[in-house]
């Protein structure tokens, strides 16, 4: 989601006249786009900024900005923790960041534009304050890569006890189908292939008008005729959100791509009910059996939050289980970290210490690689499409001239596959042999020789060049 903001607000910029630098250096302005699940994520901010300060001591007119989450979590406190700070804009008011730069600019800063939040504020009053940010996306000015994320809902609407999210992006509001149509249709005709579909609880997403109601499953199926666009994904979901008609849809749409992304954060009962998340971890257990049963081929993917409040070693224990059965692609696991204004923070302590914490961290992690390994040998000898993305890390420090070379791309299941290829086939789908697994990596050779169709929109070849944002 961050980097679907980031890559808005510049192309934003971009059709203002801005362009992209290759440095902080070079550039005018500075803009930080930040997160606020964690404290880790906080912190390397706040040294991000501090490392900024001598910058601009010597280039005072250099205007340095704090977006997103933690700039709606911390607000002033940005200014005071660092006071070379100019703008701070919270995720609900990123649509003005053209008219806050220019203000700044024109020596009116330092500005801050978050939106009004309080606890015993009305629904109404938040969605209004939380104003989406999805401005036009103009591919004639921006290219678009070929894979680009479409924000379908933003904001999220449940309460999970150790999560800010709702706090810093408000109340989930559902973007018309038509809006999302349009979007995807834009980016299709500028060359993308593959869209992601995002919102904090994707499946839950539901948009009503006159009487009816279009669910994910539906704007699945109104997305797959679209020309062009060879791959949909969605993330994430929601356990509870897991409907037979998603499933139906994602077995039956040819382009929505058999792979879920369905954190379950913990297999205790009663970390779960701590967490209120609204399951428990047998309703995800038969939630499991439903995506199996549907979509055999299905790839599932989790998230864990571990040492969150009062977990015991019994609970960690029945996590462990739930991992070892559940056979997950891979899973993100998480040390619990304390969220300022949460209700776990407020209501529970964070007893659990951090040795702890690390251990089981890392149990977890060694046990999910294993399983992870033993998933990726079944590949092995398989033919699999890949989407390229381009050289793979390593690939990437070899020399320019170099067309051969270590490239990555992602199975519809969405596997990272790496395999010897010529940089120029990014951004097209080959078919590759898999003859060697690691836990996070399928290793192949190329089935057979593609053509070469470099991909490029508008004069930038995304073999040759890659565009960070
Ligand atoms: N909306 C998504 C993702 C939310 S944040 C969802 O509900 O799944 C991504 C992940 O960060 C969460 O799934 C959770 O595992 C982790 N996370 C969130 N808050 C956290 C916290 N306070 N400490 C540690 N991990 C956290
Ligand atoms: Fe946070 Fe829970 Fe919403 Fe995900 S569903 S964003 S974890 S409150």
Redo the contacts with the bound molecule.
């Keep these: 989601m961050n980097e679907l903001d980031s890559q808005l607000a510049a192309e934003l910029l971009q059709q203002l006249g801005y362009e992209m630098v290759p440095s902080a250096r070079k550039a005018d302005v500075i803009l930080f786009n930040t997160c606020s ?2 404290q880790h994520a906080e912190d390397k901010i706040y040294s991000a900024l501090g490392r900024l300060k001598h910058l601009k001591q010597y280039h005072p007119q250099k205007i340095i900005g704090v977006l997103g989450c933690m700039a709606q979590k911390d607000g002033q406190e940005i200014f005071r923790r660092a006071p070379h700070v100019d703008l701070v804009v919270g995720p609900g008011r990123l649509r003005y960041l053209p008219e806050l730069l220019e203000r700044v600019a024109a020596g009116n800063g330092p500005l801050l534009a978050v939106s009004p939040w309080s606890e015993s504020a009305e629904r109404s009053s938040l969605l209004v304050a939380f104003e989406p940010f999805d401005p036009p996306r103009r591919p004639q000015s921006v290219p678009p890569p070929f894979q680009s994320y479409v924000r379908i809902m933003s904001g ?1 609407n ?1 309460a ?1 006890t ?4 709702p706090r810093v992006r408000g109340p989930e509001q559902c973007r018309p189908p038509e809006e999302i149509l349009q979007e995807v249709r834009r980016l299709a005709d500028a060359g993308c292939l593959e869209v992601t579909l995002l919102g ?2 994707v499946n839950s997403y539901q948009y009503r008008s006159g009487g009816q109601t279009v669910r994910l499953a539906d704007l699945l199926a109104m997305l797959q005729p679209i020309e062009g666009i060879r791959r949909i994904r969605f993330v ?1 979901n ?1 356990p509870r959100h897991m409907t037979d008609q998603l499933l139906q849809a994602v077995r039956d749409l040819s382009k929505v791509c058999p792979y879920f992304h369905v ?1 379950v ?1 913990s297999g205790a009962d009663a970390i779960l009910r701590r967490m209120q998340r609204g399951y428990t971890p047998a309703y995800y257990r038969e939630m499991l059996a439903r995506i199996r049963q549907t979509v055999p081929e299905a790839a599932v993917t989790s ?3 571990v040492g969150f409040c009062g977990e015991t070693e019994e609970d960690f224990e029945q996590t462990v289980r739930l991992v070892e059965e559940a056979r997950f692609k891979n899973a ?1 696991i ?6 300022p204004g ?1 209700k ?1 923070a407020q209501a529970y302590p964070d007893d659990v210490p951090d040795a702890v914490k690390r251990r089981r961290n890392n149990e977890l992690l060694q046990i999910q690689n294993r399983i992870s390994l033993e998933e990726n040998q079944k590949f092995i000898g398989r033919r699999v499409e890949v989407l390229v993305e381009g050289p793979s890390k390593t690939g990437r420090k070899s020399p320019e001239s170099q067309s051969t070379l270590q490239l990555t791309g992602r199975t519809p299941c969405d596997r990272i596959v790496v395999f010897p290829g010529d940089r120029r086939l990014t951004g097209q789908f080959c078919w590759v042999r898999i003859t060697g697994v690691t836990p996070t990596t399928l290793l192949g050779l190329l089935e057979e020789q593609p053509q070469i169709v470099p991909y490029s929109c508008k004069g930038i070849s995304y073999g040759d060049s890659t565009l960070q944002v």
């Design positions: 699940v964690r999220c449940k999970c150790y999560c800010v999210v904090q609880t994430t929601h954190p954060q998230d864990f939050i993100y998480f040390k619990y970290s304390p969220r949460t776990a």
